[in-house]
């Protein structure tokens, strides 16, 4: 309910209440409710109590029992403030089409006020400083500021600052808004170069697929101003998110590429060397430039490369900012903007919308506001908004963070430049998000072969008729006398000239294709080869630096009182690293990362519940028992060490995971680790994994070393919580993509991390983690382990004699163990047990060497998961040439039984069949 609405009918002791906490302290109302006392107060209307401590019964009664003008005057206020709460429902923001009906509810009459009281003048004018003014003076001045051009939605923020500063900006300073000449000289540039760009385009490659910007080209200036007050108010770089609407015009009209490599992807003269990768259609590539805003600040622009899937680039864009803020800019945000472009289909309806809003404001994930423009040209390839959204707009999702949103017309590219001004100053200002919904048309189909006639035939009759916002822009500036048509008419020839000149270059020598340029940060590395994967780096660190970090992890402040359980953890770790030798797996784990903070690399860990470790083994960050206070032990190991940064993510996987992937490719010198909370919650995070992190480098030239660890094994837990899917990582692995790790031993694991630095290029690991395992008494490697060597792919059995073996079991993971306990009860020499810490990259030589002792052999590959899941038939294929045979659980529909005792009899089944002679 509107906060005067029910005013009217209120007790006097309410209004008495109000009045006397803003006698008291008047900082606690509104400012709405802070002004209507002030004004009442001082006002001639209030004279009779003007000295007194109250407001005068005689008042209060009016107010409450009369229809009398004190009525009336609430009345106005309250009319006041639903055009500052709904006056955005009746903005003129739709270039084409009448706005729908959503009950504005802001006719007089919905105040009890009538014509009759038009020409009254009220004291409540005074709230929107129009002391004096009738009625209707007030509600042309309100019509102009809320029914413009622009639909400010900010009525629901409750920050008093973030209030105090968008009113005066909205209704001071936009009723005023008049862009110098030069910038509208620069406005009207900027729209002639995405016009007449996509015309050109649109002529010269008749049919072929570009997802124009056009009926939406108001977005170059948009984006122009935000880099020019963005720059000007310190921002040195810009990171941009955006899918395939306008993409190519964003390319070349602001982010330079050259019209000579975009003319030259559209001509595709020459096949492309595919050594460096696969490439991917020319409007999914990313680019970064130097460029200089219109008012000569130096700034870096880089747009994300993003894949067909919708809106899922925007956590990768901001997970590359938070990177880049922390390497480069000190931590302050206010030197790096992201800007994330969407459609108004995909961001109504990409559940990981929400999730990246939600990440907002969290310690782990803020990137100090994102400034969001949705390119609403209010269809979904076929799909009508009516059909795409129950909100009602395709922004809604903001409002969980109370960001404002500027609903602008499209055709109106000085409002819209007027949103694009405020939208920096806000960010900028409060490090908070921002939404420009740039309400706009698409002048063809979906894409440039499609019709879109088939589904919104009256649209597209008024959208056929409709001049471009150039035309509209430009009979404006002639109109109001600020250009001569003469030269637009140049401009328009000039900029086409230029693009004919492009393309005849081209023509005649096509550019080749050019791979993205390599950010910085990773010229000290290089792509692999296929035999860097013949063995690892040697990534063992002295017993001295483990010592150090056992010293910290065992070390509390003073006076610091962990829990009782925290207490025995502690001893254990003692006896580990100063006693017995015989490290855990969480202990190698914690090691792995300490020696990487001592390398002065940082660590950044991030998933749901890892500080502690969903199975409670982690303890990085401990917590005292009577003052919560956290305790990071890995961040006391030295002076000058580096960070560890490990938080707690929201219940998200999809975009925490874009996240972590962004910022590994934004900083090839850190190890960043995703984890899960059990291995198959990494389905969610499916197009991460398939567009981004399986596929970056072949498709963008873009690598990065981000860990997943994935809890894996077959426990009797039932089908969700069994296996993390291995078959899925292996079928994307390929070209040496990424590792894939199903590791045994604590030691394997701190060299498996310890490795991703240490290469000189960077591959994405993904481990098959344990579960039970964390707490098994043969899961613990000697130090000594830790102290030398490098990272085991394949791990030979020590137990038998090649002679004497009949049987050769390959296997990986907790499998091992199992198949141990049954040889070494039997005592079965029989049967050697071969263990792949790495199935991929296929460590074959390492293999081959192995089981070239064991030449008269039977082979079987032996795995816990169903025969159609695990590694089986990948194993299948790269064992082609050898006569392996498999033992697995038959294959099923489900990953895993939901009854122990069913799972305890296959298990048991297995090893039985493995075993058997
Ligand atoms: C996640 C996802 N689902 C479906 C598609 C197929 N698709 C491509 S564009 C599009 C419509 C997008 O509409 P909108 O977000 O409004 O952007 P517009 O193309 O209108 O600019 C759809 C459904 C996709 N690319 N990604």
Redesign the pocket.
């Known amino acids: 309910m509107d906060k005067f609405s029910y005013i009217s009918n209120a007790h006097g002791d309410y209004i008495e209440g109000l009045y006397q906490t803003y006698k008291s302290n008047p900082s606690e109302l509104d400012a709405q409710w802070q002004k209507f006392f002030e004004g009442f107060e001082f006002s001639k209307t209030f004279s009779e109590g003007a000295q007194a401590n109250t407001i005068p019964t005689s008042v209060t009664e009016k107010i409450v029992n009369q229809q009398g003008d004190v009525s009336k005057e609430l009345a106005v206020a309250t009319l006041i403030e639903a055009y500052r709460n709904r006056g955005h429902l009746l903005a003129n923001t739709n270039p084409v089409r009448k706005r729908k009906d959503r009950k504005p509810l802001l006719a007089i009459s919905d105040f009890g006020l009538s014509d009759s009281d038009l020409n009254s003048v009220f004291q409540a004018a005074q709230l929107v400083d129009m002391n004096g003014s009738t009625l209707a003076q007030v509600i042309d001045k309100l019509t102009k500021i809320y029914q413009s051009s622009i639909g400010f939605e900010v009525g629901y923020i409750r920050d008093v600052d973030q209030q105090n500063w968008l009113k005066q900006k909205i209704e001071k300073e936009w009723p005023q808004f008049s862009p110098s000449h030069e910038q509208k000289k620069r406005i009207f540039k900027k729209l002639n170069e995405a016009v007449v760009f996509e015309n050109f385009l649109h002529t010269k490659y008749v049919g072929q697929k570009r997802?124009s910007l056009e009926g939406g080209e108001t977005s170059i200036p948009v984006l122009d101003f935000i880099f020019n007050s963005g720059a000007k108010l310190g921002v040195k770089e810009f990171v941009i998110g955006m899918?395939?609407?306008g993409r190519l015009n964003v390319l070349a009209s602001t982010i330079g590429k050259t019209y000579e490599q975009i003319f030259s992807e559209f001509e595709g003269s020459a096949i492309p060397d595919l050594t460096m990768g696969d490439g991917d259609v020319k409007y999914h590539l990313g680019y970064t430039s130097d460029q200089t805003t219109m008012e000569g600040h130096p700034v870096h622009l880089k747009l994300c490369p993003n894949p067909?899937?919708?809106?899922?680039v925007n956590p990768t864009a901001l997970g590359f900012v938070r990177a880049k803020m922390a390497m480069q800019f000190d931590n302050d945000y206010k030197h790096i903007l992201p800007i994330l472009i969407?459609?108004?289909?995909?961001?109504a309806g990409?559940g990981i919308v929400y999730e990246v809003t939600q990440m907002a404001k969290l310690p782990g994930y803020s990137v100090g506001g994102t400034i969001h423009l949705i390119?609403n040209?209010q269809?979904?390839?076929t799909t009508d908004f009516d059909d795409a959204r129950s909100s009602s707009y395709c922004t809604d999702v903001a409002k969980i963070i109370e960001a404002p949103v500027l609903h602008v017309n499209g055709d109106d590219p000085e409002a819209a430049v007027f949103a694009a001004i405020l939208a920096a100053e806000y960010r900028q200002k409060f490090g908070a998000d921002v939404l420009i919904d740039l309400v706009c048309y698409?002048r063809h189909g979906?894409n440039e072969s499609d019709e879109p006639k088939f589904t919104q035939p009256s649209l597209y009759n008024i959208i056929a008729k409709h001049p471009n916002p150039r035309e509209i822009y430009k009979k404006q500036l002639i109109e109001r006398g600020e250009v001569d048509a003469d030269l637009a008419e140049k401009m328009d020839k000039e900029f086409r000239d230029l693009l004919q000149e492009r393309l005849n270059m081209v023509k005649q020598t096509p550019l080749p294709y050019s791979t993205q340029k390599l950010d910085n940060e990773w010229f000290a590395l290089r792509k692999s080869t296929p035999e860097d994967f013949y063995s690892s780096p040697s990534t063992g660190v002295s017993k001295d630096i483990l010592e150090k970090i056992g010293k910290a992890l065992i070390k509390l402040p003073e006076g610091f009182k962990p829990v009782k359980q925290i207490e025995k953890v502690q001893k254990e770790r003692e006896e580990m690293v100063f006693e017995t030798g015989q490290i855990n797996w969480a202990v190698a784990e914690l090691m792995a990362y300490g020696s990487i903070l001592l390398e002065k690399k940082i660590v950044r860990i991030s998933g749901q519940d890892v500080q502690r470790g969903t199975f409670s083994h982690r303890h990085a960050v401990l917590r005292d028992s009577v003052t919560n206070f956290p305790y990071n032990s890995l961040n006391f190991i030295e002076e000058n060490q580096a960070q560890l940064s490990i938080y707690n993510s929201l219940l998200s996987e999809y975009a925490v995971l874009g996240f972590e992937y962004g910022y590994s490719t934004a900083n090839p010198h850190a190890l960043i680790v995703w984890e899960a909370q059990f291995g198959d919650f990494a389905n969610g995070a499916q197009v991460m994994i398939d567009q981004f992190i399986a596929s970056s480098e072949s498709k963008w030239r873009q690598m990065h070393g981000l860990v997943l660890l994935l809890p894996h094994g077959y426990e009797g837990q039932g089908p969700e919580h069994s296996s993390a899917r291995p078959e899925r990582f292996l079928q994307l692995a390929g070209e040496y993509n990424m590792i894939v790790a199903n590791i045994t031993t604590p030691a394997n694991f701190f060299h498996a991390l310890r490795r991703q630095l240490a290469w000189p290029f960077r591959k994405p690991l993904i481990v098959m983690s344990p579960k039970s395992l964390l707490r098994h008494p043969k899961v613990v490697s000697d130090i000594k382990e830790l102290t030398e060597g490098s990272f085991q792919e394949v791990i030979a059995d020590g137990f038998v004699k090649p002679k004497d073996v009949k049987k050769v079991l390959l296997c990986s993971g907790k499998m091992y163990f199992d198949l141990l306990e049954r040889q070494q009860t039997e005592q079965r020499k029989d049967v050697a047990i071969v263990r792949l810490e790495q199935l991929f990259p296929f460590p074959e030589k390492k293999l081959n060497e192995i089981l070239s002792q064991f030449k008269n052999s039977a082979l079987v590959w032996v795995q816990e998961e169903p025969e159609n899941m695990g590694a089986w038939s990948f194993i299948l294929r790269q064992l082609r040439s050898q006569n392996v045979q498999v033992v697995a659980r038959k294959e099923s529909a489900s990953p895993a039984v939901g009854y122990l005792k069913v799972h305890n009899q296959e298990q048991l089944q297995i090893i039985d069949s493995a075993f058997a002679k």
């Open positions: 997802f899918a395939h609407r067909s899937h919708l809106e899922a969407h459609g108004d289909a995909a961001n990409q390119i040209n269809v979904g390839f698409r979906h």
